[in-house]
């Protein structure tokens, strides 16, 4: 009886300071935001002392207001995204990077940043759906508007072929998470590609991925694959063709193919008929798909941080809400959510393989 009073005490103490985050979570994405327009890591990078940066030297190389810095850079200090240390003399404190801060660095392609995808997600075309959350969770299954559509008057994917703004947006943020995770998938995938000749990525953007597929395994050929609009403005490279299309409609013939962070965008029916198109590409006896995902509740094998697990599925589970409020039928799947699909797209087989990141690589083999 005494023990179950004191939880109750505890569990009232921890809920009396969770609380505030809930009311006051968006503070760590707008500052984070607002470091990354004024380009504070590239700062404190590139500052030419070994010295840390002063407020005043941080404000006067970033254009910014003084008082207003100084209160952006004490939450994000705070919150372990910059450090505060004292300078040699010790009469003033400035301000250094931390490995989080240079994650957030616009100008940076060096498969760490994530801060393209960030400004994808505070764009206001983007944030304004969430508040439409509410609505479609309420409305019965069929009957719905997505957050999204009921926002801007059309799904996303029209929205992004409409204005060239926000596609330039989106295949940024998609393009800075394949510089991030590609080189590892094809450090846990790489005899997957042995005696491969054609790759074809579906749904790849600007070309980002296959470029890197390319270098990794320079003996095969890839096709980036998207809607032609996408691949317009695609890059040129070396032994990769830009091929416009719809993967609704078929997938070009290949040895394999790579799907990532495309087949939570849509429901079962899609999924199937996307990796039913896929199955009919590849060859009966060889052919394979690389489908890159997360696998919700999937507890990672290779950790003993069970901190990290922690982390990595509310990261899983944020994604889940954010394909609630910008698609109409995405989803985050479980393993047996992706067996269903998987089996039912007719694949014989498969296997999953852990990259220890958010994403999982599910391999889907013909035969």
Request: glycine share 6%; hydrophobic share 40%.
């Amino acid at each position: 009886m005494e023990e179950n009073k004191r939880n109750l005490v505890d569990e009232e103490a921890k809920a009396s300071l969770d609380i505030w985050r809930y009311l006051f979570g968006f503070a760590d994405m707008a500052a984070a935001k607002c470091a990354i327009d004024l380009k504070v890591p590239e700062a404190l990078e590139n500052h030419p002392s070994s010295q840390p940066m002063t407020l005043a030297e941080l404000s006067f190389a970033t254009s910014a207001s003084p008082s207003h810095l100084h209160r952006i850079m004490r939450f994000l200090v705070h919150q372990g995204v910059f450090k505060e240390v004292p300078t040699k003399d010790g009469l003033a404190t400035g301000y250094r990077n931390t490995p989080l801060s240079r994650r957030m660095m616009i100008t940076k392609r060096d498969g760490m940043s994530l801060a393209p995808m960030l400004l994808l997600e505070t764009s206001p075309e983007m944030l304004a759906p969430w508040l439409k959350l509410s609505s479609v969770v309420s409305s019965p299954v069929n009957g719905s508007v997505p957050p999204f559509d009921a926002v801007h008057g059309k799904e996303l994917w029209s929205f992004t072929q409409d204005n060239p703004r926000h596609s330039e947006l989106f295949n940024e943020a998609m393009a800075c998470d394949a510089r991030r995770v590609v080189p590892r998938i094809a450090g846990a995938c790489h005899g997957l590609f042995d005696g491969v000749a054609t790759v074809v990525d579906v749904g790849g953007g600007t070309g980002e991925t296959m470029g890197i597929l390319v270098q990794e395994f320079p003996w095969i050929k890839g096709i980036n694959f998207d809607l032609p609009h996408v691949v317009e403005v695609a890059q040129v490279m070396d032994s990769v063709e830009n091929f416009g299309g719809d993967m609704f409609d078929s997938v070009p013939a290949c040895d394999a193919i790579f799907i990532k962070w495309v087949l939570h965008d849509w429901g079962d029916k899609d999924c199937i008929q996307i990796l039913k198109n896929c199955k009919e590409a590849l060859p009966p006896k060889t052919g394979k798909v690389l489908i890159v995902e997360s696998v919700v509740g999937e507890k990672k094998k290779t950790m003993i941080m069970e901190e990290r697990d922690e982390k990595l599925e509310y990261v899983r589970l944020a994604l889940d809400m954010v394909m609630m409020a910008h698609t109409s039928t995405g989803k985050e799947r479980t393993l047996k959510e992706w067996d269903v699909v998987i089996k039912e797209a007719g694949f014989s087989r498969y296997e999953v393989r852990d990259i220890d990141d958010v994403h999982s690589v599910i391999i889907a083999y013909r035969s």
